[in-house]
C-alpha cells in the first residue's frame, strides 16, 4: 500500500473517531477506550466461541472450532512474550489466568 493511500486511510480512520466520539457525547454516551485488559478479555472471549463454550454473538449458535482456538491461544501466548516486563501487575494476572484457564479448557475440549 502506497503512504498516500495509507495516510489518506489513517486520515479518514481518525475522523471516523473523532465523529464517534462528539456523537457519544453529545448523546451522553460513554465512550469506551480500549485497555489492554479489554484487548485480552476479548481474545480470550473469541477463544472461548471457537471453542464452544459461549454462543457466537453474530449466529447466535455455538459452534467448535478447536483450530482457531488453539490459533488465539498461541496469539495470547504471543502477546504475553511480547509484553513481558511491561505490564501492571493486574494486566500480567489477567493475562496468566486468561492463559491457563484457555488451555485447560482447550486441553479437555481437544480430549472429547
Same mark, same amino acid.
Given at each position: 500500500?502506497? !503512504?498516500? &493511500? $495509507? $495516510?489518506? %486511510? ?7 473517531? !473523532?465523529?464517534?466520539? +462528539?456523537?457519544? @457525547? ?5 465512550? @469506551?477506550?480500549?485497555? /489492554?485488559?479489554? /484487548? ?8 472461548? &466461541?471457537?471453542?464452544? *463454550?459461549?454462543?457466537?454473538?453474530? +449466529? ?10 488453539? /490459533?488465539?491461544? !498461541?496469539?495470547?501466548?504471543? &502477546?504475553?512474550? *511480547? +509484553?513481558?516486563?511491561?505490564? +501492571? ?6 493475562? !496468566? ?7 485447560? &479448557?482447550? %486441553? ?5
Amino acid at each position: 500500500m502506497s !503512504d498516500e &493511500i $495509507k $495516510k489518506k %486511510v489513517d486520515d479518514a480512520w481518525k475522523e471516523q473517531v !473523532d465523529k464517534e466520539k +462528539t456523537q457519544a @457525547h453529545i448523546q451522553e454516551e460513554p465512550y @469506551h477506550e480500549p485497555t /489492554f485488559s479489554i /484487548f485480552i478479555s476479548s481474545i480470550s472471549m473469541q477463544a472461548m &466461541i471457537a471453542m464452544g *463454550k459461549l454462543e457466537n454473538p453474530i +449466529t447466535k449458535t455455538t459452534e467448535k472450532n478447536l483450530e482457531q482456538a488453539r /490459533f488465539l491461544i !498461541d496469539t495470547l501466548g504471543i &502477546i504475553k512474550e *511480547k +509484553t513481558k516486563n511491561n505490564l +501492571t501487575p493486574e494486566e500480567g494476572k489477567l493475562m !496468566d489466568e486468561s492463559l491457563y484457564s484457555l488451555r485447560m &479448557i482447550y %486441553v479437555e475440549e481437544k480430549g472429547k
